[in-house]
Nanobody
Framework: QVQLQESGPGLVKPSQTLSLTCTVS??????????WIWIRQPPGKGLEWMGA???????YYSPSLKSRTRISRDTSKNQFSLQLSSVTPEDTAVYYC????????????WGQGTQVTVSS
């Protein structure tokens, strides 16, 4: 069974960098041909795809967030991470990590999500 667990601060101050880590168990983040993504859901709004990192380490970002977003990985820890810089209160959301399965053309495993609030 694949499990994903987000971790990181629940409160970030405006203009600072939000950093979250997703720890994966039950599968390796280098297993072909899966991708690993970050998605968020602001209060009262829908899901927003932020970016992905593939099994071979290539990263892709939402055009609207690309200038502020960086996704990286640590294969020794089987983790991938999100950094979102220059945050504002509009970045307040529940942040999720998930696995993309190309066989089913969708997200087959999700983390439980972590609330991040941007406030001074």
């Amino acid at each position: 069974q694949v499990q994903l667990q987000e971790s990181g601060p629940g409160l970030v101050k405006p203009s600072q960098t939000l950093s979250l880590t997703c720890t994966v168990s039950g599968d390796s983040i280098t297993t072909s041909f899966y991708s690993w993504i970050w998605i968020r859901q602001p209060p009262g709004k829908g899901l927003e795809w932020m970016g992905a990192i593939t099994y071979d380490g290539s990263a892709y970002y939402s055009p609207s967030l690309k200038s502020r977003t960086r996704i990286s990985r640590d294969t020794s820890k089987n983790q991938f991470s999100l950094q979102l810089s220059s945050v504002t209160p509009e970045d307040t959301a529940v942040y999720y990590c998930a696995r993309v399965n190309p066989v089913v053309a969708g997200y087959d495993y999700w983390g439980q999500g972590t609330q991040v609030t941007v406030s001074s």
